[in-house]
């Protein structure tokens, strides 16, 4: 059973900072590309960064050089770093991992950008 267990997100004022992470078992951590994706209302549901298990990252334009992605090896954990962030970065923010060619999606977790 794949299991993502995310935490962070919440209300922040425009260009501030938020940290997400998402942990999951060491298994799945160490062979596995992980990601997260967001889904504004009334939108789909869109890559945000990626990184392999030899850390190459994969950024979707709209946040590089505000965002990074990192992965922990002694944690199993995959974490999103937000900074600069925008009132267009309101959304719902999902942990991904691809797992014998079958996407996990995480519960979700929501951050609000006030401007």
């Known amino acids: 059973q794949v299991q993502l267990v995310e935490s962070g997100g919440g209300l922040v004022q425009a260009g501030g900072s938020l940290r997400l992470s998402c942990a999951t078992s060491?298994?799945?951590?160490?062979?596995?590309?992980m990601g997260w994706y967001r889904q504004a209302p009334g939108k789909q549901r869109e890559l945000v960064a990626t990184i392999t298990t030899r850390g190459t990252t994969n950024y979707a334009d709209s946040v590089k050089g505000r965002f990074s992605i990192f992965r922990d090896n002694a944690k199993n954990t995959v974490t999103l770093q937000m900074s600069s962030l925008k009132p267009e970065d309101t959304a719902v923010y999902y942990c991904?991992?691809?797992?014998?060619?079958?996407?996990?999606w995480g519960q979700g977790t929501q951050v609000t950008v006030s401007s």
């Open positions: 060491r298994s799945i951590f160490s062979s596995s590309v």
């Open positions: 991904n991992v691809n797992y014998y060619l079958s996407d996990y």
